[in-house]
């Protein structure tokens, strides 16, 4: 099963990581900076930063370390670090010989991760603790009466970089004061997508002369309402689903509920005369948006709620999704700039899509909302760079 087979990577991941990383560090001398991520989401998060790093200091040498098997075994190959690890599991023990080994200028955490022992040492050494993208709920144990620990790990950190003012004034309820509203690094990596002029022309023939929605990140119960609402649709609407979960299993469960389907890696004639075409791989959603009139977020009839709605959103979109997104500030902020909407049932799509002109308004202002949260990279940066590197390039 799935959990047992993380379970296992969980562990034997682990088996002898200290001296695995001694052994990987010992031929690389130059100066470290150690940046963490729990999984694949906080990693994308984290990239314009090991980016930016990359760019302005190129002889640093970038440490990533993950804690989840779903960030370090997509990732342990990715060239936005030198090195990539799991990191060792937080103890007194582990931390003080992660350092040792590591001997970081600095620490970079990405929005939810404290561990306990390694900002704890991490503070005791002087090394400066930076978290960014963070953002800050009431639920959040910080702000219970039991959360004294995760008030203390407040303390180690040097500066905190949030998503917006609602996370600043909880933390000043707390009397933290090195905080600093910056926004989430997301869109700025977002931007970086639209510059880039990555392109499938079999896809481009498969929307031509359509009206053409794409739906990313899907599970079954948005993949049954966009099948319901395909099928009171004029045939010109075409639709590319991108389902989250991509094995066999899911994938056949989607293509149940659309007879007229073809997977997109099918050869361009089948494609251009499919109604439905399946992304049955990982790793394109964010270019493919670009060819959307209409975008449908998958996630909102679950518990955890929507997936990205940036990635869709800095293409100028208009963007709808399911009743489950509250936990999101974008998706929040995009529904009241007018750029998006929460939907439960296909005769609302179906609504939605007939009004042209409010379709074009919500994608201008998609647009619009992207462009006002960018530039979070470069605050964290700049701060890095004055407080906490003592180095030139």
């Not at 694949?40 to 930063?49: I, K």
Request: charge should be positive; charged fraction near 25%; hydrophobic fraction near 40%.
């Amino acid at each position: 099963m799935p959990f047992h087979a993380k379970a296992r990577l969980f562990v034997t991941g682990r088996k002898q990581l200290l001296d695995k990383i001694k052994h990987q560090l010992a031929g690389d001398p130059r100066p470290k900076v150690w940046i963490h991520c729990a999984s694949l989401g906080e990693f994308e998060q984290g990239r314009p930063v090991m980016e930016a790093f990359r760019q302005q200091y190129p002889s640093l040498s970038l440490v990533l370390t993950f804690f989840s098997p779903s960030g370090y075994e997509v990732k342990k190959n990715d060239s936005c670090a030198d090195h990539v690890f799991y990191l060792p599991l937080d103890s007194r023990r582990h931390a003080r010989l992660f350092l040792d080994i590591v001997q970081p200028r600095c620490a970079l955490f990405v929005k939810y991760e404290f561990w306990y022992h390694y900002l704890a040492a991490l503070h005791k050494r002087a090394i400066p603790a930076i978290l960014f993208s963070a953002i800050f709920q009431p639920r959040h144990p910080f702000f219970k009466w039991y959360g004294g620990l995760y008030r203390k790990m407040l303390t180690f950190y040097r500066q905190l970089f949030v998503q917006d003012e609602a996370s600043m004034r909880l933390l000043e309820k707390l009397q933290i004061r090195k905080v600093q509203i910056a926004g989430d690094t997301r869109f700025d990596r977002a931007a970086r997508v639209l510059g880039q002029d990555k392109r499938f022309p079999s896809v481009e023939r498969f929307g031509a002369n359509s009206r053409l929605i794409v739906a990313g990140s899907t599970w079954q119960e948005d993949a049954v309402l966009l099948a319901g609402v395909l099928r009171n649709l004029p045939p010109h609407y075409k639709l590319l689903i991108a389902p989250h979960n991509t094995g066999e299993s899911d994938i056949n469960k989607v293509k149940e509920l659309f007879p007229e389907h073809c997977l997109w890696t099918d050869d361009e004639e089948r494609l251009a005369q499919s109604r439905v075409a399946i992304v049955h791989t990982v790793g394109q959603l964010a270019y493919l948006y670009r060819y959307a009139d209409v975008v449908w977020v998958g996630g909102g009839f679950t518990r955890s709620g929507i997936h990205n709605a940036i990635e869709p959103a800095v293409f100028g979109k208009p963007l709808f999704w399911g009743p489950v997104y509250a936990r999101y500030r974008e998706a929040a902020e995009l529904i009241a700039a007018g750029a998006a909407a929460s939907l439960e049932r296909p005769e609302a799509l179906l609504q939605a899509l007939s009004d042209e002109d409010a379709l074009l308004r919500m994608g201008n202002r998609a647009s619009a909302y992207v462009q006002s949260q960018l530039g979070a990279t470069e605050k964290i940066m700049r701060y890095i760079s004055e407080k906490c590197l003592l180095i030139t390039e």
